[in-house]
């Protein structure tokens, strides 16, 4: 408290005695510096840490814990999952049925951004524009990405950069990319396609690319 004086009756306000051990009790207990420490590590988002995140997580429902998909290549054909989980002869596994993976837990920054973007994703709708503002805060600075509208009840996220398994997992699992009612959501990453250098940084040579294939085809 500012002014403990003020509390003081003014029977005991001239006891220096009694005067002096309420204002020692009063800098024991003071609780500002307490009250500045929940403010910053539970209150304020922006700099909250560990439990005080898990808190903000709760409210606005999404987890610090996502499952991401074991990187374990089985054998198998060229075909559309994003991440790749086959593999050609000599490299790939045969598929055991068993669908290994890991538990990852989110960094703070990480799980902080998240946890912004499930908030904004919370109220705003799920037009294109909004879809994408979210994508740009969610992968801020690492390259293009935007939402197509497929039609036929359908759309696609599209990257124009390689993604990792953790992006992978908090785009499909987090819950944090709304999508509208009845459309099927899929993922596109140009980031290792075959093509030639005027492509840009995406492009692999042979035996390192895939075939470019348009979203919704």
């Avoid at 959501?185 to 093509?195: A, H, Q, T």
Wanted: with cysteine; aromatic share 12%; glycine share 10%.
């Amino acid at each position: 408290m500012l002014n403990v004086g003020r509390t003081i009756i003014s029977q005991y306000a001239n006891s220096p005695t009694l005067t002096q051990l309420i204002e020692s009790m009063n800098d024991y207990i003071d609780p500002r510096v307490n009250m500045q420490a929940f403010y910053d590590a539970v209150w304020n988002v922006d700099t909250a840490v560990g439990f005080g995140l898990d808190i903000w997580g709760a409210i606005v429902g999404v987890s610090r814990l996502l499952k991401i998909p074991s990187n374990t290549t089985t054998f198998g054909f060229h075909n559309a999952d994003i991440p790749a989980d086959w593999a050609p002869f000599n490299q790939g596994t045969f598929y055991t049925g068993v669908q290994a993976g890991q538990s990852f837990l989110l960094p703070d920054d990480t799980y902080r951004t998240l946890i912004l973007v499930k908030a904004l994703a919370n109220i705003v709708a799920t037009s294109a524009p909004s879809l994408n503002l979210l994508l740009r805060n969610l992968f801020p600075g690492q390259g293009v990405c935007y939402v197509i509208d497929n039609g036929n009840m359908a759309m696609t996220f599209v990257f124009e950069f390689d993604i990792t398994q953790a992006d992978y997992a908090i785009l499909t699992q987090s819950g944090a990319l709304p999508h509208p009612a009845g459309v099927s959501v899929s993922v596109v990453v140009l980031g290792d396609n075959f093509g030639f250098e005027e492509m840009g940084a995406g492009a692999q040579p042979f035996d390192q690319g895939t075939f470019y294939q348009p979203p919704g085809s």
